[in-house]
């Protein structure tokens, strides 16, 4: 079976965990860079242009006593690990707890604290970079230019309604498919740990019969206040290699009751047993590449971050799992031109930044994260330039100041990250 590579929204990107940090660090005196967020050089003053403020969730964070001081490290900094600790194994019961857990880990924003150093022009310099913490601003911001790939492809129509009135024969190998998950056959905690093991039995079931396929993925914490509240289900961006199906349009309600054109298969229940996913699949044709990418951006943005009741669930039972924001194979990037490989410059060796546009010729090291109250960093900044003075008292109040003097005369004391353990 052919490896699935989970990129959720930062693919290529060292991360601390899964706290969702977006930095990388680097030892200083090694000959190497660190990679940094566009928006932390050349003018650290200026969010990037056009790019709208995040807002907290209105949504009130009331925690227990208990679970606050559970979730909190020594330093009184919330953090996934302990999290984890207190509510796993999950169930139903624990939903609305985990999602305060969870207002309280997103809302604390914090701060990567950058050196940067140019040595042409020999200056220095310290910023603050917002963390991109899962369903934040700064989180929404990277899932959106990571899925932009899907707004650049062709617009190629696959079929349209006229096909119909004629005898052609109209065919498609692109498909949306949805797996729900019946909450009777195991617990909810089953449904997320067993997940990802049974959509790739899934997926190789489907191409014995009808060969290869390539997937982009979306897990799920299914919504509402029903028996399976929680569970995990999926919806995906389905392209068969090899193999087309037979389509037909049909006249649905959605759930408004409004009635709206969807696009079936005539081989669904064939499509289905094939598969043998142990609970409902629901099949639809797409038909054309842009209704794709329109699909899997309004998916995203509506339950990836946000305040809204499915957001906040997913983004909860997600984060309590370590599910990334989505999965894609490496074929289907290959396909459809994968934003990865439309960005690359061969005209010269330069650093890049996280989002693989070129920087000055800045080198920058990462010297730990830090809470934005350390950094006197206000609610909603997402680069703040930092005054030395300032970075190197934080650095001696978290390490002590023979970690400072030791990385005064060598650098060795940072080569770990810094303002802490990654793991933090």
Known sequence: ????????????????????????????????????PLWADPCPEAKPEGFAEGKRSER??????????????????????????????????KLDELEGAFGFWQNFDEYALLKGENSRMGKTKFVAVKAAKRGNDVYARRLDEKLGFLNRLEK????????????????????????????????????????YGDLHRWKANIENRYGKLEWLVFPQAFPGQGAARGY????????????????????????????????????????????????????????????????CRKYAQKVCSGSSEKAMINSAVSWIYRKKGFSLTRGFRVKLRDLI???QDRKGVFQADLDGKRVQEWTWECLGVFPATDLHVNYGEWVVPI??????????????????????????????????????
């Not at 693919?11 to 090694?30: L, M, V, Y």
């Not at 003075?389 to 060795?412: I, M, P």
């Open 1 to 36: 079976m052919e490896k699935t590579k989970d990129l959720g929204s930062d693919e290529g990107i060292p991360r601390t965990h899964d706290d969702g940090f977006i930095i990388s660090s680097t030892g200083k005196g090694q000959g190497e860079t660190a990679s940094v």
């Open 60 to 93: 009130a964070v009331s925690l227990s006593p208990q679970l606050r001081q559970s979730m909190v490290d020594n330093h009184g900094n919330p953090r996934l690990a302990k999290a984890r600790d207190y509510f796993l194994p999950l169930d139903v019961e």
């Open 156 to 195: 190629t129509q696959l079929f349209s309604i006229s096909d119909f009135k004629t005898d052609h024969k109209v065919q498609t190998r692109l498909l949306w498919v949805t797996w729900s998950w019946d909450s009777k056959i195991c617990t909810l905690d089953q449904s997320w740990r067993g997940s």
């Open 232 to 295: 995990f289900h999926a919806h995906g961006l389905i392209l068969m290699c090899g193999t087309q199906f037979s389509v037909f349009p049909s006249m649905e309600k959605d759930h408004d009751g409004r009635e709206i054109l969807r696009y079936r298969i005539h081989e669904k229940k064939e499509f289905a047993a094939q598969g043998k996913w142990h609970s409902f699949v629901d099949v639809q044709a797409l038909s054309s590449v842009q209704a794709a990418a329109n699909y």
């Open 341 to 343: 490989e439309l960005l």
């Open 387 to 424: 005054d030395p003075s300032l970075a190197n008292d934080v650095l001696r109040s978290r390490k002590g100041q023979l970690f400072q003097d030791a990385w005064d005369e060598g650098g060795a004391g940072l080569r770990s990250g810094g303002g802490g353990s990654l793991n933090d």
